[in-house]
C-alpha cells in the first residue's frame, strides 16, 4: 500500500524537489531581462540589492532575481549556465539543507547562486571544503564572478599571518578548510586583545563534501595543544618491553571489532616480571598496579595498541621522519594532527624516529559543536542519503537527493566474492588488463595505501593473455546474431599479451599530484589505482580535462622559460579540444570509464563515492566490486561462514559466486559498523555537549574581559566572595566559637588578601558572630584595596586586573580541561554500579566547573592582593672590556679562552652563583629564545648556557 501511494503521489523529495523546479521557472522567465544588461548595469545590481535588504526586504525576497544575475555573471565570466537542478540545488543550500548531487554534476558551481545571495547581508559566507587545494582552486575559479559582482573573496590556508587571515575573513566570502577555520576559532579565543581574534560571528556556511566533514571528521575533535614535560626514554623503553611481549599472542587480547587491545593476566604477569627486571619501577614500589605505577600501566597500554591496532601505509606513514596519520575515509595525509595521550608517541617509538613531546589541551572543540555555531548551515555531496538521521538528529539539516541534469547510463554489477586473496587479486589483474588492452579507462579503488602499493607491484609483473575481439568469419559478416548461435569456432579470436601494465597510482604519498593524475584517469585505456580519496575535487573526464591539460602545458612553457602569447594559448587549446574530443570518443566506445573495487569500506558512503566517479552527465560507465573472505570487513563479520557456505557448494579456486543476496548480505554488516560508528560520535557528542555550555560561558566572560577597560566592579565582587568563602569554610554558621579554625583562617588572609588582622583578638571578644568578623574582614579588605590603587595608580591597576583576569581564566580552564580529560577516562566503571555514567559525568562536570569559578576568584583575588610592585630605574653599568666570553654554567669558567675576560663579582659555581646582568650580553643576545641554541656556539640551549645566567 505504502509503494502504490508513493507510485501515485511521489516521494517526500520528489515533492520538495517539484516545488524547488517550479520555482528555476520563475528564475529562468528573469534570464532576458538580465542578460540584457551591460556589465557594469549587471555589477551594479549587488548595491541594488543591497540597499533593498537595507530597507528591510528578506533574502528569499530577493532570491529569484539575485540567482538569475549569479547564472549571468557566471555565463559572462566562465562561460558556464547553471542547470535548471543546479538552481534547485542552491535553493536547497539556501534554505539551510544538504544537496545530494551525482558526481559530474558540478556542485562546484551549484554553490555560487546561494553564496552570492547570502553574501548580500555583510555578514560573510564561508564556503568550507576538505584541503587547501580545492579552497584555493575554488576561490580563484569561482571568485572570479563574485568579484565581477563586486564582492570580495578571501581564502583562508595554513602559513597565513594575522592580519592575512582578518583580511580574509573580513571579507564578503571566505574559503577554507574545516580545520583552518575550526583552529582559528579555537586560536581567538586564547588572544588577550580583541584586535587579534579574526573571526566574525558565524552567519552562513556551505560545506563541500558535507558527509566527509560533518560526519567522518566528526569522530575525532579539534585540539590546540601546548608541550609537556618530555618522555623520550620513557616510551622507547615500553616499546621494546611490548614488541618482546606480542611475539607471544596469548599475552593480549585483540578486538579489531571494538578497536581494542588489552593485557591477558599471563600477559600482565609477564610484563611485571620485564618491568620489574629492568628497574623500571617508582622505588619502594614491586607491583605494576601501585599507585606510583599508575603512568607505566598508561603507556604499556597505548604501546600495546600502537603494535597491535595501528598499522604502517594504512592508518599513517613516516614522511621525513615523521608519523603522519591518514585520514580512513579520504586517503588524505592529515599534517599536523596528532594523536593524544601518548599513543601518536608511542607509534613514534614504535617506527623508531624522533619523540615529539605530550602536549596538554589548551583548547578544544568538537566538529558538531563547531558547526552548530553557525546560524545556518547547509551542505552538498554526492553521498549522504544513508546519514540523512544523523544530519537530522545532530545538524539539524535534510537531506535532498536532486535528479541528475541527464539519465544515468551506469551500469552497477553484483559483488564478485573469492575465497582468498590470491584468487581476488588474479581476478582483478585479469580484469584490468582486459579493460586496459581494449581502450577502457579503468579506475582501481583500494582502502589502504599498503593496498594500492602492493596491487601496483602485482601490474609490474603481471603477464597477461586478453581476448580483446571476436570477429565473426567473413560470411556471417551483418549477421552477428546468427553467427554468435554457432559457438566459437565461428570466429576468429584475437589475443593481446604483455608482461606488465602501465598505470599510476594515487595515495598520500602523491598528494600534490592528485589532480593532474585524476585529470588523465579519462584516457583510453588509462589504469589509474587510488586510495578512498579518488578523484575528490577534480572529475574524471573521459578523454581528459582540458583545464588540468592547459595548466600543464602553461607550467612545461614557464619551465622553458617560453613567453606565452594569447595567441599560442589559443592554438593549444584547440589542439587540446580536438585531441580530447578524439580520445573521448575512444573511451566512450570502449564502454566508458570502469570502476573496480576492490574491497568494500565499512562506510557505504565511501562505495557510493567510487562508483559515482563513472557515469557523469550521461556517460556510459561500469562498476563492480571483488571481494574475498579474507577482506576485513568479511572477516570480521562474516568470513567464517561465507567461507563455510563456499566450500559447501564447492566453489573452485579461481571461481567466484555473486547474488543480490549477497549483496545484502555485505550492505547489512557495513550498516552495523555505520550504526556503531554513529553511536561513537552521537556518544562523544553528549559528552562534548556537557563541555561545551561551560566552553561557551568562559568564552563569552573572556571575550567581555578583552572588551572592558574597567573591571574593577568585578573584582570587587571576587573580593568579597573570596571573603565570605574563607569565614564560610573556617568559621561555619551554627557552630560554637570554641569550634571556629582561627589559626586557618588567619593564614588563609595573610596568604590570600596579604592582611595581618588581630583574629584571636576579634574572635576572644564576647558575643561576637561570624557575621561580624565577615564585615570586619570585608572593611579590612576594602581598605587595602584602596592604599594599593592610590599606591600604584588607577590606570595601571584596571590594567593589571585585566591581565590577572585573562591569565588566570585561562589557566583556570586548561586545568579544568585536563580534570575532564582524566574524569571521561574512568567514568565508565561507575556503569558497574548500575550508574549511568554520562548522568555522572554531567554532575561531576559541573561539580568541577563551580571549584573551577571558585579557584579563579581566590587567584585573581590573591594575586591583586599580594603581588609585589617595585618601581625603580635599573643601576647603569659600565661595560667591562672582552672580546668573546662563554661562561660554563656549572663552573664559571670562560670556555673561549679569553684569560682576560671580566666576570661579575661573587661565585658562580651551583645555585649560589650571581647572575650575569642583561647588559653584559653581546648587542642582540638578550633576544634570544630560550629554546633556541646559544648564539656563543656552544651547541646548548640558550636556557641551558648564557641563558641560565640572565
Avoid at 566533514?213 to 623520550?232: C, F, K, M, Q, W
Avoid at 553557525?374 to 535534510?398: H, N, P, R, V, W
Avoid at 653584559?920 to 629564545?929: D, H, N
Amino acid at each position: 500500500m505504502l509503494g502504490f501511494a508513493k507510485k501515485l503521489f511521489g516521494s517526500s523529495n520528489d515533492r520538495k524537489v517539484k516545488d524547488f523546479m517550479t520555482r528555476v521557472q520563475r528564475i529562468n522567465a528573469l534570464e532576458d531581462k538580465f542578460a540584457a544588461l551591460s556589465d557594469d548595469e549587471l555589477r551594479m545590481m549587488t548595491q541594488t540589492f543591497r540597499d533593498r535588504i537595507d530597507a528591510g526586504e528578506t533574502l528569499d525576497k530577493i532570491m529569484n532575481e539575485a540567482f538569475a544575475v549569479s547564472r549571468e555573471a557566471s555565463k559572462r565570466v566562465l562561460g558556464q549556465r547553471q542547470y535548471d537542478v543546479q538552481l534547485a540545488g542552491g535553493m536547497i543550500l539556501h534554505d539551510g539543507g544538504i544537496a545530494e548531487m551525482r558526481t559530474g554534476e558540478g556542485k562546484t558551481l551549484v554553490a555560487v547562486a546561494p553564496v552570492y545571495l547570502n553574501a548580500l547581508e555583510g555578514k560573510g559566507v564561508h564556503v568550507i571544503t576538505v584541503n587547501d587545494y580545492l579552497a584555493k582552486r575554488d576561490a580563484e575559479w569561482m571568485g572570479r564572478v563574485y568579484r565581477f559582482l563586486g564582492m570580495e573573496v578571501g581564502v583562508i590556508v595554513n602559513g597565513l599571518s594575522q592580519g592575512q587571515r582578518q583580511s580574509a575573513y573580513n571579507s564578503d566570502i571566505t574559503y577554507g578548510t574545516n580545520n583552518e577555520f575550526g583552529f582559528d576559532y579555537l586560536r581567538d579565543n586564547l588572544v588577550y586583545d580583541r584586535r587579534e581574534m579574526v573571526q566574525r560571528p558565524h552567519n552562513f556556511a556551505i560545506v563541500d563534501e558535507v558527509d566527509s566533514i560533518l560526519i567522518d571528521e566528526a569522530r575525532t575533535p579539534l585540539i590546540i595543544s601546548g608541550p609537556t614535560e618530555d618522555r623520550s626514554d620513557l616510551y622507547k623503553i615500553v616499546d621494546v618491553i611490548i614488541k618482546e611481549l606480542i611475539k607471544d599472542p596469548t599475552t593480549f587480547d585483540l578486538d579489531e571489532k571494538q578497536r581494542q587491545a588489552l593485557l591477558t593476566e599471563e600477559g600482565s604477569e609477564k610484563i611485571e616480571e620485564l618491568m620489574e627486571a629492568g628497574g623500571h619501577f617508582a622505588e619502594d614500589t614491586t607491583g605494576l598496579y601501585d599507585a606510583p605505577n599508575v603512568t607505566l600501566v598508561h603507556h604499556i597500554n597505548q604501546a600495546l595498541r600502537a603494535n597491535t591496532l595501528y598499522q604502517r601505509d594504512k592508518d599513517y606513514i613516516v614522511k621525513a621522519g615523521e608519523v603522519v596519520l591518514i585520514d580512513e575515509f579520504t586517503g588524505r595525509m592529515m599534517t599536523g594532527r596528532r594523536l593524544s595521550e601518548g599513543l601518536h608517541q608511542a607509534i613514534e617509538a614504535k617506527e623508531d624516529v624522533k619523540i615529539q613531546p605530550e602536549n596538554q589541551t589548551l583548547a578544544s572543540v568538537t566538529i558538531q559543536n563547531y558547526f552548530r555555531l553557525y546560524t545556518k548551515l547547509s551542505g552538498m555531496t554526492g553521498t549522504a542519503a544513508t546519514e540523512a538521521q544523523e544530519f537530522l538528529d545532530i545538524y539539524k539539516m535534510d537531506v535532498l537527493e536532486v535528479p541528475t541534469n541527464r539519465p544515468v547510463q551506469r551500469i552497477d554489477y553484483d559483488d564478485e566474492v573469492y575465497r582468498t586473496y590470491a584468487e581476488k587479486n588474479a581476478a582483478i589483474a585479469h580484469q584490468i588488463a582486459e579493460c586496459h588492452v581494449k581502450g577502457q579507462p579503468i579506475l582501481v579503488g583500494t582502502v589502504s595505501i599498503e593496498k594500492s602499493e602492493q596491487l601496483s607491484e602485482m601490474l609490474n609483473t603481471y603477464a597477461y593473455k586478453v581476448e580483446i575481439s571476436r570477429t565473426p568469419k567473413a560470411e556471417y559478416a551483418g549477421r552477428e546474431k546468427e553467427a554468435a548461435k554457432i559457438g566459437d569456432e565461428a570466429f576468429d579470436i584475437q589475443y593481446a599479451t604483455g608482461k606488465s601494465i602501465p598505470h599510476s597510482v594515487l595515495n598520500a604519498r602523491q598528494h600534490e599530484q592528485e589532480a593532474f593524475i585524476v585529470a588523465d584517469a579519462g584516457l583510453p585505456g588509462a589504469v589509474t589505482i587510488a586510495t578512498n580519496m579518488a578523484g575528490r575535487g577534480t572529475d574524471i573526464q573521459l578523454g581528459g580535462n582540458l583545464e588540468m591539460r592547459l595548466q600543464k602545458w602553461r607550467q612545461d612553457q614557464r619551465n622553458l622559460a617560453i613567453e606565452i602569447t594569447p595567441e599560442m594559448e589559443t592554438a593549444e587549446e584547440a589542439r587540446l579540444k580536438a585531441d580530447i574530443a578524439v580520445h573521448k570518443a575512444t573511451a566512450l566506445e570502449a564502454g566508458g570509464l570502469f570502476v573496480l573495487g576492490t574491497e568494500r569500506h565499512e562506510s557505504r558512503r565511501i562505495d557510493n563515492q567510487l562508483r559515482g566517479r563513472t557515469g557523469r552527465q550521461g556517460d556510459p560507465g561500469t562498476s563492480k566490486f571483488f571481494l574475498c573472505c579474507e577482506d576485513d570487513l568479511l572477516r570480521i563479520f562474516a568470513g567464517d561462514r561465507l567461507d563455510s557456505i563456499m566450500r559447501s557448494f564447492g566453489v573452485a579456486e579461481g571461481e567466484a559466486i555473486s547474488h543480490p543476496w549477497l549483496n545484502r548480505a555485505v550492505e547489512t554488516a557495513q550498516k552495523r559498523v555505520e550504526t556503531r560508528n554513529y553511536d561513537i560520535r552521537k556518544n562523544l557528542l553528549k559528552y562534548d555537549d556537557v563541555v561545551n555550555d561551560q566552553r561557551k560561558a568562559v568564552f563569552e566572560q573572556r571575550q567581555e574581559f578583552m572588551d572592558s577597560t574597567d573591571l574593577s566592579e568585578l573584582v570587587g565582587e571576587f573580593r568579597q566572595d573570596v571573603v565570605t568563602d574563607l569565614v564560610d569554610r573556617y568559621l561555619p554558621p551554627k557552630a560554637y566559637a570554641e569550634q571556629w579554625d582561627i589559626d586557618g583562617l588567619d593564614e588563609k588572609v595573610r596568604a590570600t588578601l596579604g592582611l595581618e588582622l588581630p583574629l584571636h583578638d576579634w574572635a576572644a571578644e564576647e558575643g561576637v558572630s561570624n557575621e561580624e568578623f565577615e564585615e570586619r574582614l570585608q572593611a579590612a579588605a576594602e581598605a587595602r584595596a584602596a592604599e594599593r590603587l592610590e599606591l600604584i595608580g588607577a590606570d595601571q591597576t584596571r590594567g593589571l586586573e585585566k591581565q590577572f583576569l585573562m591569565q588566570m581564566i585561562d589557566m583556570a580552564w586548561r586545568e579544568h580541561l585536563v580534570h575532564l580529560d582524566h574524569l571521561r577516562g574512568i567514568i565508565g566503571l561507575r556503569g558497574y554500579g548500575q550508574r549511568d555514567p554520562l548522568n555522572e559525568y554531567k554532575t561531576e562536570a559541573f561539580s568541577l566547573f563551580e571549584t573551577l569559578l571558585s579557584e579563579l576568584r581566590h587567584s585573581v583575588t590573591r594575586w591583586l592582593m599580594t603581588v609585589e610592585f617595585r618601581f625603580q630605574s635599573p643601576p647603569e653599568m659600565e661595560m667591562p672590556e672582552f672580546q668573546e666570553i662563554h661562561l660554563n654554567p656549572g663552573t664559571g669558567e670562560n670556555e673561549m679562552g679569553n684569560p682576560n675576560a671580566q666576570l661579575p663579582e661573587g661565585r658562580l659555581d651551583g645555585d649560589d652563583r650571581s647572575r650575569l646582568p642583561v647588559e653584559l650580553l653581546p648587542a642582540g643576545w638578550e633576544r634570544t629564545s630560550r629554546n633556541a641554541d646559544c648564539p656563543c656556539g656552544s651547541g646548548r640551549k640558550f636556557k641551558h648556557c648564557h641563558g641560565a645566567l640572565v
